[in-house]
């Protein structure tokens, strides 16, 4: 029986560990022990009197709202958009795999601004929205519409190389055998996504509630009204309430925590699938 080769580790590996640990330290660990911190720095019920305050419950809301609504849009533009790329083969189809990496290239401002230049009071579509008094920038539907452009990468990408390396046979099989288009992607595509389904749900969400360039450009700023909580913590923050800044940073930074735990524990139970998204 042959044996595998031992791989020793070079008498330097020990210092680049060190190093390693160091670096995540100084960058992850102590700024998250600094939020927390400072969050409880004069005692738990001034923490949880923060996070009553009514602007505060305000921006829970409202970025629990914004997420509910985006995360899903997202999923199933992903999904569709990943289907047509993997399983078929039409003209426009290098465009649109570009259009869907577009997010990951601008700036998050970008993203809110070319919503405020087809929505706003100046904006292309600004006469016709006054007329008809619809509003969406410095409201709901444009926080919205600013989450979801720069959050509809995540999920089509997770999806991309998965069904491309898993290929067409099995849907063909079961076209052959009578199945309708639905039934085949119910019975047999969503199967096996469904892991990297949810991890790229997963990371939409958090992207989608921890957003806050192209969110801060088309809200406002209304306390209370268009006011995300990545926002609040800003307004807190520069009226000097550190107590409140830090106590709703901690919320953002325990959202973090939870997915990065989610995620550690989908790429442990599923690493093939996975890792066979990210072939590509």
């Not at 920038?137 to 995540?154: D, E």
């Not at 998965?162 to 039934?183: H, K, V």
């Not at 469904?194 to 509630?209: E, F, K, S």
């Not at 995620?263 to 699938?273: D, I, M, P, Q, S």
């Amino acid at each position: 029986m042959i044996r595998a080769p031992v791989i020793r580790l070079p008498g330097y590996a020990p210092l680049l560990l060190l190093g390693a640990v160091a670096v995540l330290g100084g960058l992850v660990v102590l700024p998250l022990g600094v939020v927390f911190h400072d969050a409880f720095a004069k005692g738990v019920g001034a923490f949880f009197a923060a996070l009553k305050e009514p602007d505060a419950l305000a921006a829970i809301r409202l970025t629990l709202l914004v997420a509910a609504i985006a995360v899903p849009l997202n999923a199933v533009f992903g999904v569709a958009a990943a289907w047509a790329i993997a399983k078929f083969e039409f003209k426009g189809k290098a465009l649109l795999l570009t259009l869907i990496d577009l997010p990951f290239s601008i700036s998050p401002v970008v993203s809110g601004l070319v919503w405020v230049l087809l929505f706003g009071a100046q904006g292309f579509f600004g006469d016709w929205l006054l007329e008809n008094d619809v509003k969406i920038i410095f409201a709901l539907p444009g926080l919205v519409l600013a989450t979801v452009l720069v959050t509809f990468p995540f999920v089509a990408r997770e999806l991309i190389p998965l069904m491309q390396d898993q290929g067409s046979d099995e849907e063909a099989a079961a076209l052959t055998l009578g199945a309708g288009g639905f039934t085949t992607f119910w019975k047999i595509t969503l199967p096996n996504i469904r892991w990297a389904l949810l991890y790229g749900v997963l990371l939409c969400n958090a992207r989608a509630m921890g957003e806050f360039g192209a969110v801060s450009v088309v809200s406002g700023h209304i306390r209370g009204e268009t006011t995300t909580l990545p926002l609040h913590v800003e307004v807190l923050y520069n009226d000097y309430d550190f107590v409140g800044a830090f106590a709703a940073a901690s919320i953002l930074a325990s959202l973090g925590l939870v997915t990065l735990v989610l995620k550690t524990v989908l790429e442990w139970r599923h690493a093939g699938e996975l890792a066979a998204s990210r072939r590509h």
